[in-house]
């Protein structure tokens, strides 16, 4: 192996590929890197296979955190072992500092790990100026991917914690879009709800973006069976039906309150187009539509239930 310019060749290559996922996944605001992106995809089915079968929510809670921290693992390990096989591309690539024999395979990979975590101990070095140069870059790209992976997990941690303020707030408007709607009926003109709108639009735009820019915000799963409250598609959902209800089944409503609502829906469905950033996709059946006895009775509802069933279902 050690002394094989197709060994180098590969390193090179591993060297560029990694280095160009990980600046896709921290730098596009549009998508990850495609090794990111397939690898975590691959690892959340895994996951819910498991959970399936053993109905394991503390599994899925840890899935988001483990899958940043194995992600960085990944890079920096795939680096490390592009890096190794470049410095195995020559006999007297790396010597020992004293005695000045060829390290052995096991010392290329104890030298190549103090060089891109920069520690530098020195008791191995590159043989020549033909190896010089190759070190200092392995040492650069590790401080650049040591310094990406810190700033990445920072901005994960600092998303997710909006996208649980969001959930929040939306849930605070009610826990059903029955509740929401019996809220800020406001006698069957609902400006209450399109006054909160005006203040949600901007945040919902803000956390599809960085859903956007970070897709592994996607897993973050909460496993508490006790409360949904932060759960933040269930929150969207539960606005996203109060609203094509009102839209629908409430023909008196302004013009301002009406273009409000739309504007809602649109901000919402541009978030769902976020989920194929993340590898996931709409089941092929229509979800069953729920009794709306219920709905026909609040102000300004202006529907028999089975109109608002058949409404709904024609919007689907």
Known sequence: MIGSTL????????????????IMTTFSASRAGPLTNRLVSL?????????QRSRRHRLLNAAGPWAAFSLVLFWLAIAWLGWLLLFCASHDAVVNATTKEPASFIERAYFTGYTITTLGYGDFVPNDDDWRLPAFLAAGNGFFLFTLTLTYLLNVVSAVTQKRQLALTISAMGQSPYQILEGTAD????????SQL?????????VGQQHLAFPILHYFHSGDKDSHDNVLPLSLTR???????????????SAKTRAELN??????????????????????GRPAIPDMQAYAGLAGIDATPEEIQGLLASRQ
């Open 239 to 253: 606005l996203y039906q109060a609203l094509a209800i009102v839209r629908l089944a409430c023909p008196d409503l």
């Open 187 to 194: 006698e069957g003109r609902y400006e209450n709800l399109s």
């Open 263 to 284: 504007t809602t829906q649109r901000v919402l469905e541009q978030f769902l187009d976020t989920l194929s950033s993340a590898f996931i996709h709409p089941v092929q």
């Open 198 to 206: 005006q203040q949600l639009n901007q945040s919902i735009n803000t």
């Open 43 to 51: 690892a959340w089915d895994l996951l819910l296979r498991v959970h």
């Open 7 to 22: 060994v180098g060749i590969l390193g090179v290559l591993l060297v560029i590929v990694i280095n160009y996922d990980a």
